[in-house]
């Protein structure tokens, strides 16, 4: 979120130079009451991580960036290419993201010791 703070200054005719110099001083002072957040880092291009820990027991963490905010779907697969369980499947802003998987499927059974792949998908990504 950014704040924007817009400062409306006058003055009149006369000696500009000091003038100047009152003004400068007037928006120093108005400075100390606001406060102006920057804007969050917004990646300039998607990036999908290595989960980690890897191997993992019993959960791992999933970083991914979207420079685009949209819907996001992130799913795991087993070696099969079964899907096991969808970990997002909503609309998220653009940014720096993590999501735990604790190794449960989407019935919330504990799958078995092995190797998964995972998978993000955004149309803003195409």
Known sequence: MCEIAYIYLTWEAGNLESQNKNIWAKVMEMSEL?????EPDIPIQFTLK???????????TITFSLPLSGKVELKI??????EVKTLANTEMRAGNHTIE?????NKGNELSSGVYFYT?????LL
Do not use: A, C, I, M
Not at 34 to 38: N, Y
Not at 50 to 60: G, H, L, M, R
Not at 120 to 124: A, E, R
């Open 34 to 38: 606001f406060h102006v957040e920057d």
């Open 50 to 60: 290595q989960n980690y820990p890897n191997p993992f027991n019993p959960s791992t």
């Open 77 to 82: 697969f087993d070696l099969l290419g079964r």
């Open 101 to 105: 998987w604790n190794g449960k499927g």
């Open 120 to 124: 993000l998908k955004s149309k803003q």
